[in-house]
Nanobody
């Protein structure tokens, strides 16, 4: 059974940092792209970052470039999202999911073909 468990969320002040983890099980992670998405209250889900399966190419939405870093450790079946210089607008529930490849169009990271979503971890950026 494919499953994702996100962790590492919390409350942080603006300018602070958090490291999110996405623990995967039930499939061979090496063959899947992993995406991080977020959904703020009252807003649609937004793609934040994606890392490809084979060569580890990374993609970011413009609003987090230079502040967030995605990585993966296939042997540990875990993906990570390091977040720094956090802003109040980063407040959201963060989810991970998998797909055969990352889909990027018009500067957006699309959830097309992403499946097996976790329950998410809440990130709150507030003073």
């Amino acid at each position: 059974q494919v499953k994702f468990v996100e962790s590492g969320g919390g409350v942080v002040q603006p300018g602070g940092s958090l490291n999110l983890s996405c623990a995967a099980s039930g499939f061979i992670m090496d063959y899947s792209a992993i995406g991080w998405f977020r959904q703020a209250p009252g807003k649609e889900r937004e793609g934040v970052s994606c890392i490809s399966s084979r060569d580890g190419i990374t993609y970011y939405v413009d609003s987090v470039k230079g502040r967030f870093t995605i990585s993966r450790h296939n042997a540990k079946k875990t993906a990570y999202l390091q977040m720094s210089s956090l802003k109040p607008e980063d407040t959201a529930v963060y989810y991970c999911a998998k797909a055969p490849s990352c889909t990027v169009a018009g500067g957006r990271i699309l959830s097309r073909n992403m499946n097996y979503w976790g329950k998410g971890t809440l990130v709150t950026v507030s003073s």
